[in-house]
């Protein structure tokens, strides 16, 4: 089984920046890609950046230049980061990170989530 447990969320104001974490334990051997999503009050839950255990990456049009994600691996864990600027009033969300499964892919796993909401 696999654990994902976000932080660094909160309140920041519209221009500003935040990183979220995501530390990820247990069976990391398990996963494939993983990344962050993130569902606004009356929205969907919409991708916003993933990344492969090979370094691929995509980010979703509209965090194209101000979001940047990243992962790293100790041992036996992963940490997974969305560095975020330029902060506006439409990425004020639940921002939830998300693991696939390495087999199968229907498979995922997920987070918590960390609230963010950007004010002006």
């Known amino acids: 089984q696999v654990q994902l447990v976000e932080s660094g969320g909160g309140n920041v104001q519209a221009g500003g920046s935040l990183r979220l974490t995501c530390t990820t334990t247990g069976s990391i051997y398990s996963i494939n890609r993983m990344g962050w999503y993130r569902q606004a009050p009356g929205k969907e839950r919409e991708l916003v950046a993933r990344?492969?255990?090979?370094?691929?990456?995509?980010?979703r049009a509209s965090v194209k230049g101000r979001f940047n994600i990243s992962l790293s691996r100790d041992n036996a864990k992963k940490t997974l980061y969305l560095q975020m600027s330029s902060l506006n009033s439409e990425n004020t969300a639940l921002y939830y990170c998300w693991a696939e499964h390495l087999v199968d892919s229907r498979r995922a796993y997920w987070g918590q989530g960390t609230q963010i909401t950007v004010y002006s």
């Open positions: 990344i492969s255990s090979s370094g691929d990456i995509f980010y």
